[in-house]
T-cell receptor, first 113, second 118 residues
Framework: NAGVTQTPKFQVLKTGQSMTLQCAQD?????MSWYRQDPGMGLRLIHY???????DQGEVPNGYNVSRSTTEDFPLRLLSAAPSQTSVYFC????????????FGPGTRLTVL | AQKVTQAQTEISVVEKEDVTLDCVYE???????LFWYKQPPSGELVFLIR??????QNEISGRYSWNFQKSTSSFNFTITASQVVDSAVYFC???????????????FGTGTLLAVQP
């Protein structure tokens, strides 16, 4: 099992550019989430999904879109990058009703110039 | 609204000292879940423990122990005989209850940076 994988590991964007952060898990988990980590602020939930075709907003959803067409994948789209979106992004998955822990991916460090 | 407070921003100890990391939470729910995660300098997030609101028993795992007190809304984490490898940022987190258990919507505290000096 690869667990939760994220690509890319690092990315530099210019203001206004768009991009997609990829997240995949091979554990057949129902639940997936995206968080961003900023210095001094811990992790904050951006969007989450409780199954294929079902997504909802978290605490800081503005400027991001998600979709969940398969159980395995949960991409995060930045529509028009802004310097305020400079952050480390973590994807996580859990097993749903047998939930004990969230498994986190290694993170993507994004810089927006 | 749910909230997690980790008032200790940074703690520095010398190896073999005991250290306690504080976590205070706020929630109106009667059923909820509490977590601790470790983030070493390499950046990944490592799950340490989950506790539900109905289980107030203290937990011990090797040098790690957790003290859950609903009366003070606290879920503190103690490392006994700290080691250099314990140096990391530690996060406390809270989840509301969903169908069958916790949800995947965690509310994190701001973290405590623990530095263990040799």
């Amino acid at each position: 099992n690869a667990g939760v994988t994220q690509t890319p590991k690092f990315q530099v964007l210019k203001t206004g550019q768009s991009m997609t952060l990829q997240c995949a898990q091979d554990m057949n988990h129902e639940y997936m989430s995206w968080y961003r980590q900023d210095p001094g602020m811990g992790l904050r939930l951006i969007h989450y999904s409780v199954g294929a075709g079902i997504t909802d907003q978290g605490e800081v959803p503005n400027g991001y879109n998600v979709s969940r067409s398969t159980t395995e994948d949960f991409p995060l789209r930045l529509l028009s990058a802004a310097p305020s979106q400079t952050s480390v992004y973590f994807c996580a998955s859990t097993a749903g009703t047998t939930y004990n822990e969230q498994f986190f991916g290694p993170g993507t460090r994004l810089t927006v110039l | 609204a749910q909230k997690v407070t980790q008032a200790q921003t940074e703690i520095s100890v010398v190896e073999k000292e005991d250290v306690t990391l504080d976590c205070v939470y706020e929630t109106r729910d009667t059923t909820y879940y509490l977590f601790w995660y470790k983030q070493p300098p390499s950046g990944e997030l490592v799950f340490l423990i989950r506790r539900n609101s109905f289980d107030e028993q203290n937990e011990i795992s090797g040098r790690y122990s957790w003290n859950f007190q609903k009366s003070t809304s606290s879920f503190n984490f103690t490392i006994t005989a700290s080691q250099v490898v314990d140096s990391a940022v530690y996060f406390c987190a809270l989840s509301e209850a969903g169908y069958g258990g916790a949800t995947n919507k965690l509310i994190f505290g701001t973290g405590t940076l623990l530095a263990v000096q040799p």
